[in-house]
């Protein structure tokens, strides 16, 4: 009985964790301009973040270690060292625009400027990262995450034409009007929000806090190829009533009291409360993630000691890049830069940075010294290589897209 509750909490905590501001603000403006037309992105982001997250989790598993633990050892240290600099740039960027977006959903509540409301959302994700046990911090998120629902309940509430936006999805096709080079852009971007780089990082590393063994590979497959999809269909929620309300009225997303407005249309008060809760856990869910993730990462690459398994002072370094790294976002967000603006940024350049992230996960998981008999087969590896094409391509077409369409205007 403790195994399946053990499945089941971690299905629910991945569902609830999968949704962040990058995939709120990007699914949202994706629905209100472009309907359901980009469908099938989510669809394939989310299969590519299942293929590479099973891979870091039986790693982690099989090997007691996580990503960067091996990655400057596998790789060597001038490539581990690529790797390193670009993935912690783009889950630095992503720490900013998650406490931004903590203190965003916040001001949606208590009308209190998110600028004043920063610096006490730095202190309290901070405060949680040095003390909150690393169990009760993903659940207890993951859990009040699951608010996010709300967005299917109000996607069902609207009634929209079901066929028709299945219809816009299989064709895959750009709404006539747009440009295709805005059109590719945003698709960037939304492939870029569902494959998030930190996502693979935590989970590993999650996995090495957790002690996961052989033995739990079942488990975290079932978390994985089942809470990841199902925190997909969210996404496509998200989008879906974006299309059904916002489309319609002409209406552009760029708060996000707009991204929840949808809610408020169909599910009244009550549900635009449950909403902002959610908004509030799953920002600050991602926050904690992103933040422990620059630390990992860090730590990992210059085999320092790291985690929330050990004590404060035996991770001196670990706490103290978390410390400087929140320190440092708050500085950014306190220039008044948008933080929608940010997280538009970061899931672009998230994109660019894929090939970087994944490919090492792909060639330590084929690595008999460290998985022995659970390397990799066929399947994973003949996904893994189409991915990391595809990840290429589309790390490739990012920047002069953002370039050439001006941030998608």
Known sequence: MKKYLAVALGILTAIGGFVDIGDLVTNAVVGSRFGMSMGLVVVVGVLGICVYAEMSGRVAAVSRRATFDLVRERLGPRLGMLNLTASMLVTFLTFIAEIGGVALSLELVSSVSYLLLVPFVAFVV???????????????????????????????????????????????????????????????????????????????????????????????????????????????????????????????????????????????????????????????????????????????YFGWQWGKYVTTREATRFHAMILVSTLAAVAVLLTAVDPILVTEASVVFSAVALPLTYFPILVVANDPDYLGEYVNGRLANGLGLVYLVLLTVVAVAALPLMVITGMGA
């Open 126 to 300: 901070w405060l949680v990262l040095w003390r909150a046990k690393f169990s009760h911090m993903e659940n207890v998120l993951g859990l009040l995450g699951l608010c996010l629902i709300v967005f299917s309940v109000a996607l069902w509430q609207l009634g929209p034409d079901w066929g028709d936006y299945v219809s816009q999805a299989a064709r895959f096709a750009k709404p006539g009007g747009e440009k295709w080079t805005t059109w590719a852009y945003y698709a960037v971007a939304l492939f870029g929000a569902a494959m998030t780089p930190y996502e693979v990082f935590f989970f590993s590393s999650g996995g090495v806090e957790e002690k996961w063994t052989p033995e739990d590979l079942g488990v975290m497959r079932a978390n994985v190829f089942i809470g990841f999809p199902l925190g997909g269909l969210l996404s496509l929620s998200i989008a879906g009533v974006a299309t059904a309300v916002l489309l319609p009225q002409g209406i552009g997303v760029d708060s996000l009291g707009q991204v929840g407005l949808p809610v408020a249309v169909a599910l009244g008060k009550i549900g635009l409360a449950i909403l902002i809760v959610g908004f509030v856990a799953a920002t600050f869910g991602a926050a904690c993630e992103t933040g422990l993730s620059v630390g990992y990462s860090i730590a990992q």
